[in-house]
């Protein structure tokens, strides 16, 4: 089965970039979602084909993907972007796979 | 407003059957596929499987088929997930999302969440 690898956590200060990573076999030639999620909370979708954000994401999320590995960055890092992200691609056009998430410290 | 409202908290024996509902409103159920997602304690996401409201039509992920059935009622706008002899390992919470619309364009649209304890 199609798996995705994330870092388990990703440390970054208030105003700096951070950039997590999803790596997996071919991913380019897929389409990547990425989703936040903070504690005790549902996932909000963040990226969707690869780079589109969706109304109300702030502009400093942004993604891209190619080769074997998709990127979410986001800029000027926030207290408030403190969370566990996932990224999600397709196996195959009927079966989901979720990475296993990285938790993102904003310190 | 679009939402998806899922059914409370279950705390069931195992070998119990259980049938947690989602109930979407405020859009045209029937247009977009539901999604339903796994989350044990401490853990990452997991995607279980969807439905196509419209048909009742159904993928799983190889790890959930045959352990849960994903079914749905369009007359009332309503997912269902669902097990027929429940293990101490289905422990976890269990969300529901809504497909933007294609397998690229994401879930949009999540519900609350259901917690499911399986415990004798």
């Known amino acids: 089965s199609y798996e995705l690898t994330q870092p388990p956590s990703v440390s970054v200060s208030p105003g700096q970039t951070a950039s997590i990573t999803c790596s997996g076999d071919k991913l380019g030639d897929k389409y990547a979602c990425w989703y936040q999620q903070k504690p005790g909370q549902s996932p909000v979708l963040v990226i969707y084909q690869d780079s589109k954000r969706p109304s109300g994401i702030p502009e400093r999320f942004s993604g891209s993907n190619s080769g074997n590995a998709a990127t979410l960055t986001i800029s000027e890092t926030q207290a408030m972007d403190e969370a566990d992200y996932y990224c999600q691609a397709w196996d195959s056009s009927t079966v989901g796979v979720f990475g296993g998430g990285t938790k993102l410290t904003v310190l | 407003e679009v939402q998806l409202v899922q059914s409370g908290a279950e705390v069931k024996k195992p070998g119990e059957s259980l049938r947690i509902s989602c109930k979407g409103s405020g859009y045209s159920f029937t247009s977009n596929w539901i999604t339903w997602v796994r989350q044990m304690p401490g853990k990452g996401l997991e995607w279980m499987g969807r439905i196509d409201p419209s048909d009742s039509y159904t993928n799983y992920s190889p790890s959930f088929q045959g352990h849960v059935t994903i079914s749905g009622d369009k007359s009332i706008n309503t997912a269902y997930l669902q097990w027929s002899s429940l293990k101490a390992s289905d422990t976890a919470m269990y969300f529901c999302?809504?497909?933007?619309?294609?397998?690229?364009?994401?879930?949009?649209?999540w519900g609350q969440g259901t917690t499911v304890t399986v415990a004798s």
């Open positions: 999302a809504r497909h933007r619309g294609g397998n690229g364009d994401g879930m949009d649209v």
